[in-house]
């Protein structure tokens, strides 16, 4: 049911483009020549339309049975994913298409879920249209809500999925086998017969790469994902535009050799296209892919340049109208700004290139090469914060290799039904050639610069970069432009002052002291910015039991975010997984001057670190004591734990307490500090503008005499969604609300950062 806010901006919305679509008729007949304005913004009403009905939530959808165990009952939309773990366990995860769920009553609901299943084995697999019924919990899809991460909830959304429904290693039943023909299952099929045959005649890990590129999925190595992702070719390890651009390059040059008439192999190349796509699982993805794909053959073969471009322009609106959320999305803005490259600059890159008198082939990988990357540059250093040098060698000499692959990967899966024994050999073949492509790429990643830190470019630097593509590109702008600098000397001297004095002012403007509380799920991590960009990080957070590389994957994309790619200090409050289990990919991948951590046994450490003992950065390792202290510029760090404590039963009691001072504003960090260690405190100066609050808000921290020692301003919890332990407790959330303090949570606010001058704060959280 629609919200009277929301069903007024319908009607609002509705009236304004009928009110547009008259008046785009009449000036289509009266032949103005903006009239294409009007249409632009009737695409542009109809997307905000669009928009609202794709976010609104109907009270039926499964949605709103957040947190609540239920009986569920849908459909299998996809084949499930298999994955199995280091003890033999298999990890099921299913689309259900869901139809009811049973509390006390039924009740119908619309919407999709992730369904998750443990097994032991691979029986009563349940398949596609199959009707199930299972008990668990719905949750909604979670992310880590830090800048810089793709939204794994809106891509989800994309495809109409709105939560997660866990059954652990309960029986998934099966209430009704679906005996109508699916094409996707048909495809899975085959699929898996192929990679069963793959298996049979190379490496696992090779058949995993070589159907990964060919159909998608990502079983493939953590070295080789690296590797791949340093040289900036790793798009060529799923499906993607590339892959149909070279589909479709393939098949309309063996066309031509064959003398096969234009039309006919276009229509061809169509049919195949489909096809391909249907056969790699036709998702939203794989579909938008092939566009794409199909667009960039198109255009390189329109002698029309505008033709392209207008094509371009036409098929982004209509995705864009069809799903207002794939704006957001990282693969169509990748996908649209390399398409758009190629479109509108790679001819003329050729036609300079060309004077160097190079080899044909040579001259359109680096067009094709150099302009996908310069029109897609602001959105890779936004998401990866990293320009690879290595990309350009890479694409000259491994990504043509891994082309010859795929294609002979396409034609032994063709041939597979007819002559399985000319298979095996393209197998071989296949997978020698993969050998040869894996190492020139790990050879390329130890060439000095391989890849390069960027800082991230913001909104206004995004538009100034694209709009100084735009005037180089248009020769009547640049001229126009050229006029108006002449015409209006003077101006242009005041504009061109005033914007060196407030760079200049900018940048000798004194820097804010930043404290980032990052959202890392169920654990902790604090990082310190000080004014003058020396940067300390308290924790990394981490999961106990988990494949989930916290350090790689959330921890150092923030850091380099915000331009850190060395600390001054890493200080681990004590070894638990929850507060330690990142820093040893911040270990390996960037410089760490100081490890600061507690008086624990150095094997815990050494496991946790994945270190060996008799490592020189264990043994370096500052064992911070009571009243350890230390000064970066004007802020002074001091650690307060007794070293007296009395009654150390677990690691938590170890815990570093540390206090942060700048003037008149302060801050404690606490760790996971129980309330028997707390009174050792209560006679230091404990009293602090903001507090950590210990162990993510746990009953067992945080005693009413404490905080009032502490009486904080704000208090902070780090803390995950759904978390198992039920932090924060109600007895921590009354005892601070008793006291003027303003309550704070990582899983409610996401990342939250302080600045402060050291007399005044300000603070903004990334979900505002």
Known sequence: MKTPEISKSYTHLFCLIIVNLILAFYFTLRKYKLTFLLYLILFFLLGVMRYLSFTFIADDNIKNYDNQEITLTGIICQMPKIRQDSAGIYHLTYVVD????????????????????????????????????????????????????????????????????????????????????SLQEFCYQIEQSFLQSM????????????????????????????????????????????HISLISLFLLSLGKFLHLPRFF?????????????????????????????????????????????????????????????????????????????????????????????????????????????????????????????????????????????????????????????????????????LSISNEATFLLTKIPFASIYVPPLDFPAILIYYSLIFITLNIKIRKYLYLLLQKYKFITYICSISLIIFSCYFMIKPSPLQIHFIDVGQGDACLIITPHQHSILIDTGGSINSDFDIGSYVDLPYLHHYGINKLDYLILSHADADHSGGASSILQKIPVNHLIITDEDKDLYAKILKLPLNNPLLAKAIVAKENTAFNLEDIHFQF???????????????????????????????????????????????????????????????????????????????????????HPS??????????????LRTDEKGAIVIYTDGYNYSLKTFLN
């Open 640 to 726: 307060l734990q007794n070293d007296e404590k009395e009654n150390l039963k677990s690691s938590n009691d170890s815990s570093n307490v540390l206090k942060l001072t700048y003037h008149n504003f302060s801050v404690l960090f606490t760790g996971d500090l129980p309330q028997t260690q707390e009174k050792y405190l209560l006679n230091k100066n404990i009293a602090s503008t903001i507090l950590k609050v210990a162990h993510h808000g746990s009953k067992t921290s945080s005693s009413q005499e404490f905080l009032e020692h502490v009486r904080p301003q704000l208090a902070i919890i780090s803390v995950g969604k759904y978390n198992s332990f039920g």
């Open 98 to 181: 869901t139809k009811s769920i049973k509390q006390k009553e039924e009740k119908t609901t619309t919407g999709k879920v992730y369904l998750y299943q443990k097994q032991k084995n691979l029986d009563n697999l349940a398949k596609i249209n199959d009707t199930i019924s299972a008990t668990g919990t719905i949750r909604l899809i979670q992310n880590y809500h830090n800048p810089n991460l793709v939204d794994r909830e809106l891509s989800a959304q994309e495809e109409g999925i709105y939560a997660t429904f866990s059954i652990g290693k309960q029986n998934l039943k099966i209430l009704n086998t679906s005996d109508k023909f």
């Open 730 to 743: 109600k007895e921590v959330l009354d005892r601070l609300n008793n006291l003027p303090t303003k309550i």
């Open 265 to 433: 192999n276009l229509i061809l190349l169509l049919i195949l296209i489909i096809f391909y796509t249907i056969l790699c699982g036709a998702s939203v993805p794989v579909m938008r892919a092939s566009i794409m794909g199909l667009l960039s053959i198109i255009a390189l073969y329109l002698e029309e340049k505008s033709t392209a471009q207008h094509l371009l322009s036409i098929i982004a609106l209509i995705l864009l109208l069809f799903d207002p959320l794939l704006l957001f999305n990282i693969s169509f803005q990748l996908s649209f700004a390399s398409t758009s490259g190629l479109v509108y600059l790679m001819p003329i890159l050729r036609s300079k290139l060309n004077k160097l008198k190079l080899p044909s082939l040579l001259i359109d990988n680096l067009a094709l090469t150099m302009s996908a990357q310069i029109f897609a540059f602001p959105i890779i250093i936004w998401y990866f914060t990293s320009l690879s040098l290595s990309s350009l060698l890479a694409n000259l000499i491994i990504i043509p290799l891994l082309e010859i692959l795929i294609i002979l990967g396409l034609i032994a899966f063709i041939l597979g039904f007819i002559f399985p024994f000319i298979t095996k050999i393209l197998f071989i073949f296949a997978s020698l050639i």
């Open 199 to 242: 298996y049979q005649t190379m490496p696992e890990n090779d058949a995993n790469m070589i159907f990964a590129m060919l159909f998608g999925g990502y079983n493939i190595e953590k070295d080789i994902l690296e590797a791949y992702s340093i040289t900036g070719i790793i798009h060529i390890l799923s499906v993607s535009g590339s």
